[in-house]
């Protein structure tokens, strides 16, 4: 006998069937990027086949999982490179350094950028998408004071 609850369990069955299907394609995505990655910075490591390509591809799929959640927000996520101007000077707000470095000074030369920052537009409602409010700053390295 067909029921509603067969209908929902046959859909539901063929969204887990689905899921599964791209949790093996982000895998093996992953797993090409960061083969690809290790091919690039192999040299540069003390032991390249010790398990690194193994933490480059959890690193990427944490990054999947991270796109797909921001994905599902009404707000708009962006990662901003400020990089109109050459050189790039160094803006406490709205840069930092890693943990080990000294703060530059306001104007200091940019020699690296580690990472962008993250910015939204708007409110996750849906609203005031003219406003951008920063998330995390860029993370920059300023080698030389120049």
């Known amino acids: 006998m067909w029921k509603a609850t067969t209908a929902s369990l046959i859909l539901e069955s063929m969204k887990q069937q689905d ?5 093996e394609k982000q895998e ?7 083969r690809l990655s290790l091919e690039a910075i192999g040299r540069y490591c003390q032991d390249p086949e010790g398990g690194i390509s193994e933490h480059l591809k959890d690193i ?8 797909q959640d921001i994905g599902k927000q009404a707000a708009r996520i962006d990662l ?4 109109s101007e050459d050189p790039i000077a160094f803006d406490a707000g709205y840069m930092e350094t890693g943990s080990r470095e000294a703060t530059p000074h306001p104007g200091q030369r940019v020699d690296l950028v580690v990472a962008p ?4 537009q708007g409110k996750s409602t849906g609203e005031d998408f003219e406003i951008s409010t920063l998330l995390l700053k860029m993370e920059v390295a300023c080698f030389r004071s120049t």
Do not use: P
Request: net charge positive.
């Open 80 to 83: 901003a490179f400020r990089g």
């Open 28 to 34: 093996d995505s992953a797993y090409h990027l960061a």
């Open 19 to 23: 899921q599964k299907w791209l949790q």
């Open 117 to 120: 920052a993250l910015v939204r």
């Open 60 to 67: 990427i799929m944490k990054s999947l999982e991270i796109d």
